[in-house]
């Protein structure tokens, strides 16, 4: 297969993680397609160079995250990772009887978005591929680390998030 055709197919079948993490590392819509472009880009130039250590997927993944990383550049410390959910606005849909319980849940997520932003890099990382319902292996591959290292990671983040909220709350 051609490189052109091998490109346009894995984009293809891989477009909607890509936005997903670029959205995870930005919130700006604009900023969010240039950094789209430039994954674009960066999976172009590496494409022939793919080894085939990990899956593609994992690949496009660890390419996805350094390459909004890079674009992040040095304001990526104090970058915010947008968690967003069907629950963001409840507020036009809120009816009388559901109005405690959703206003509840709006404010975990308000908690859960200010505590994310309080991470780490890598533990952002770390949770927003998680979010993306890749498995520890593929974490790991991603990132760069072993995988008994992310599983540690993720349950003390879990953890503390946890015991964070249930402060709040």
């Known amino acids: 297969m051609k490189k052109e055709a091998r490109f346009n197919q894995l984009i293809e079948e891989n477009r ?12 700006n819509a604009d900023d969010q397609k ?14 022939d160079s793919f ?55 709006e404010k975990q997520l308000e908690y859960l978005q200010n505590e994310l932003n309080q991470l ?19 974490i790991a591959d991603v990132i760069g680390i072993t995988e008994p290292n992310v599983r540690v990671k993720i349950h003390r983040i879990k953890t503390q998030l946890k015991n964070k909220l249930t402060n709040k709350l």
Do not use: P
């Open 120 to 138: 780490s890099v890598i533990d952002k990382a770390l949770i927003s591929l998680m979010f993306e319902g890749l498995s520890m292996r593929d």
């Open 34 to 47: 240039d950094m789209y472009q430039e994954v674009l880009v960066n999976i172009w130039n590496s494409l």
């Open 51 to 105: 080894r085939g250590d990990s899956s593609i997927s994992t690949w496009i993944y660890r390419v996805a995250v350094n390459t909004s990383l890079s674009y992040t550049g040095k304001a990526y410390k104090h970058m915010k990772l947008m968690v967003d959910a069907d629950t963001r606005n409840l507020n036009s849909v809120l009816d009388e009887e559901n109005f405690e319980a959703k206003k509840l849940q």
């Open 16 to 27: 909607e993680r890509i936005k997903r993490i670029c959205s995870y590392y930005n919130s």
